[in-house]
């Protein structure tokens, strides 16, 4: 069973700076199948990169998704005031057919 | 555009069953897989459930299989999730996601805003 782990759990950073949050894999995800969400306070999650690269519609280019295996990241290279929030991996090769990261909050410093 | 909006949620006790609806509009309905996705208070994501765009593929977790059932009415637009012998575990905000795929699970490009299932005596 593949069991996502993302770190840190909180990352404090102040806007313009650089962010990287990472999600660990128990296994290795088939053919990449791994997806980032955004999700701020009252809100649904938004999708904002998908086979581990690739950016979803709508979505600003300072969202960087890379890696593969088991290691993948996701960068955002200069933070704005509405990045603020909580950012989940999820993996959907299995098994389990889908599974969701911890979360990483990205608080204001 | 896309929308999605759940309705049903409310206060039930355990024991007790509910029914979770999702109006879907602004895309061709038939055509996608659908998925339920909850998150307790405070908590993270998981996936609940998720059927094919046909209905003929229904897939859930070890934590609700046979307590939960998905369907779907793709004349109406529609998602629905039965849920059975509802705990205090199941207590979570529920929400339809649409999934890009047709039949193979895949991420969800498209979330409603969610529907407050709480379950206490």
């Known amino acids: 069973e593949i069991v996502l782990t993302q770190s840190p759990g909180t990352l404090s950073l102040s806007p313009g700076e650089r962010a990287s949050l990472s999600c660990r894999a128990s296994?290795?995800?088939?053919?990449?199948?791994l997806a980032w969400y955004q999700q701020k306070p009252g809100q649904a999650p938004r999708l904002l990169i998908y086979?581990?690269?690739s950016r979803a519609t709508g979505i600003p280019e300072r969202f960087i998704g890379s890696g593969s295996g088991t290691d993948f990241t996701l960068t955002i290279s200069r933070l704005e005031p509405e990045d603020f929030a909580v950012y989940y991996c999820?993996?959907?090769?299995?098994?389990?057919?889908?599974?969701f990261g911890p979360g990483t909050k990205v608080e204001i410093k | 555009q896309v929308q999605l909006v759940e309705s049903g949620g409310g206060v039930v006790q355990p024991g007790r069953s509910l029914r979770l609806s999702c109006a879907a509009s602004g895309f061709t309905f038939s055509s996608y897989a659908m998925h339920w996705v909850r998150q307790a208070p405070g908590k993270g994501l998981e996936w609940v459930a998720v059927i094919s765009h046909d209905g003929s593929i229904k897939l859930y977790p070890d934590s609700v299989k046979g307590r939960f059932t998905i369907s779907r009415d793709n004349s109406k637009n529609t998602l629905s999730l039965q849920m059975n012998g509802l705990t205090a575990d199941d207590s979570a905000v529920y929400y339809c996601?649409?999934?890009?795929?047709?039949?193979?699970?895949?991420?969800?490009?498209?979330w409603g805003q969610g529907t407050l299932v709480t379950v206490s005596s």
């Open positions: 996601a649409r999934d890009p795929a047709k039949g193979v699970p895949d991420y969800f490009d498209f």
């Open positions: 086979g581990a690269s």
């Open positions: 999820q993996q959907y090769g299995g098994p389990p057919l889908i599974s």
């Open positions: 296994q290795s995800v088939s053919s990449s199948y």
